[in-house]
């Protein structure tokens, strides 16, 4: 790479002017003028096919012109936060997204009440098999739920109910404060520091933690009872067995499929406690703490330039997949990134996609930190993964949030495993391993013991309401059992802390994220194991993730059985090699 690249994304390309461009106001109001005409359409949809073929012709184009305005405008709101009218602008975004999910809850509506053969004929017609799966998955889970007048019911309570749980909780934790320092933290800002260097600053800021969310655990322990107490009565009332229905279809997957690959995640955690002690011996404790599970290792990496990044990033990529390559060489010059470190940025980073365009862009701030670079190689990940999509239909380009990571966290291994390749010196390659190694134990030990607590608890609650203390002693056990008995501090008050147990939009949001890691790590097995000839493949494989369950998805790509141990045996092979290695390199 000779000319340096410019580290601003181009946002022009798709409206010119900004927050205040004409072109983006007119797109707006074109866009709430379709959604309203295609709600009367969708309302009086019949079953004959031709009615069908225009409506979601008309639907994918307002939903293309409706992505393509609201990822402008997020772009514009992350890249100056002070941007007021970006900020009105995207009240208005806010409000076509309601109207497009309102479209499809008349669609499903409609779905629902069509007979048997209709729908057959339906499904078949030659311009709609191509979505066919979303059509069915749609009328399978409206053939779950109760008559359209009780869920409409149980929707509108819900709001005061339900969800309401949700904000209560996230109203608790605003209002928060960890002293510290001679400062009052925010939840955000404490977490931060639990990956300072110095022992004696995380454990003084643990006490200090453990000390605030006690004394909120009541009220929100209320929150938590009475949110799971909707969710299980709301359940019964649906006629459903088990906790996990929803999130399992929400997911596309099977509980056999979860069974083996948690009981695969068990059989990890003898080698994982051995990576615990062994970093507990070299931050110089006796046992590894809650608090230092973030903490690195040591502090030999080294910082890079973003030219540097990107020729490094294009390179490992290059020895996968020309293809990945070509695009990622591509999205650096065409400045789809925004990388910039400069004041008024949001925090965090994201890819978001212009659908009409048929292009991404990648939001971050860049400082030239070894994980920097990690984050530049998952967002091109996420990139890859849209532009492979693109063309599809848009009922079809829908995945769960399980295989939502694969491209991302796949991309990723890619640059770290070289970045631990081409290490200078012994004491870098144990950084940079160990930092590779903290996020495996997060999503390997940390997610499972979520997953233990709140399987435990949804049991618990179904008879009744749970103390303080009986929530601190569940979940204690849930992380003695994911870790092994490796930790000599747990986090007892952790159910009042992770967020993720108050969300009701995707209830268990947590093994999700073990398998978007184990399966991207056992695409990865798979590419290693194969060479180049695993490209195609593994394009064709992302293409297909919103048309397919995970297990056909893995059948069909992979020839994997993912009930069966042996895929998750592969995946976590390529987790235990890592701990080998860093075993090796800190025996003395
Ligand atoms: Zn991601």
Redesign the pocket.
């Known amino acids: 790479m000779t000319a340096v690249l410019n580290q601003t994304w181009d946002l022009d390309v798709f409206f010119r002017g900004g927050s205040s461009s004409p072109e983006l106001l007119a797109q707006l109001d074109q866009v709430e003028r379709d959604l309203a005409d295609l709600m009367e359409e969708a309302r009086n949809l019949t079953a004959r096919p031709e009615d069908w073929v225009g409506f979601l012709d008309r639907l994918q184009g307002a939903v293309e012109r409706f992505s393509e305005a609201a990822s402008f405008v997020y772009c514009l709101m992350s890249q100056d936060v002070r941007d007021r009218q970006a900020v009105v602008l995207f009240g208005r975004v806010q409000q076509s997204a309601a109207a497009v999910r309102s479209i499809n809850a008349v669609m499903e509506g409609r779905i629902k009440t069509f007979a048997d053969d209709e729908w057959q004929a339906l499904v078949s017609h030659p311009r709609l098999a191509p979505v066919a799966f979303a059509l069915n998955e749609s009328r399978r889970r409206a053939a779950d739920q109760m008559e359209t007048s009780r869920e409409l019911l149980a929707n509108d309570l819900a709001v005061d109910g339900y969800h309401a749980y949700e904000t209560l909780y996230t109203t608790v934790v605003g209002r928060i404060t960890i002293p510290f320092d001679g400062k009052e933290l925010s939840v955000g800002q404490a977490y931060n520091r639990f990956s300072d260097p110095d022992r004696a600053v995380r454990q003084a800021l643990f006490a200090r933690w453990e000390e605030a969310w006690a004394k909120e655990a009541d009220l929100i322990a209320h929150a938590l009872n009475h949110l799971a107490g909707f969710r299980l009565g709301l359940y019964r009332h649906r006629g459903w067995q088990s906790v996990l229905k929803e999130p399992l279809e929400l997911n596309r997957m099977r509980q056999e499929t979860l069974e083996a690959m948690w009981s695969a995640v068990a059989s990890a955690r003898p080698a994982l406690r051995r990576f615990l002690d062994r970093k507990a011996r070299l931050i110089g404790a006796e046992r590894l703490a809650w608090y230092d599970l973030d903490a690195p290792v040591n502090q030999a990496t080294r910082n890079v330039s973003y030219d540097e990044a990107a020729a490094f990033i294009e390179e490992q990529f290059r020895q996968f997949s020309p293809r990945m390559a070509d695009f990622a060489a591509h999205a650096f010059r065409s400045r789809w990134l925004e990388v910039e470190d400069r004041p008024h940025k949001a925090p965090g980073g ?2 978001t996609s212009f659908p009409r365009s048929k292009v991404s862009r990648i939001f971050m701030t860049f400082s030239g930190d070894p994980g920097g670079v990690s984050t530049i190689a ?2 091109l ?2 990139a890859y993964h849209s532009s492979l999509m693109f063309d599809l239909p848009f009922l079809v380009q829908n995945y769960a949030m399980n295989v ?2 694969t491209a ?2 796949f991309a990723e291994l890619i640059v770290s495993s070289a970045a631990i390749r081409s290490a200078a010196s012994r004491e870098e390659k144990v950084a940079l391993l160990g930092g590779r190694l903290d996020n495996a134990v997060a999503l390997l030990m940390n997610i499972n013991a979520r997953f233990l607590f709140e399987t435990r608890f949804y049991e618990r609650r179904a008879k009744g309401l749970l103390s303080v203390a009986e929530l601190n002693a569940l979940m204690e056990e849930a992380q003695r059992e994911a870790y092994a008995d490796g930790l000599g501090v747990y986090h007892p008050l952790f159910w009042a802390s992770k967020g993720h147990f108050y969300g009701t939009d995707q209830p268990f949001y947590n093994f999700p994220y073990t398998f978007g890691f184990l399966f991207s790590a056992g695409v990865y097995a798979r590419s290693m194991a194969e060479g180049p000839a695993f490209e195609e493949r593994y394009a064709a494989l992302l293409r297909d993730t919103g048309r397919m369950t995970t297990e056909e998805l893995a059948q069909r790509h992979l020839g994997a059985d993912l009930t069966r141990p042996e895929f998750w045996e592969d995946a976590l092979s390529v987790v235990l090699d890592d701990v080998k290695e860093f075993l090796r390199l800190t025996a003395e």
């Open positions: 994201y890819c998952h967002e990940g996420h939502a990571e991302s966290t």
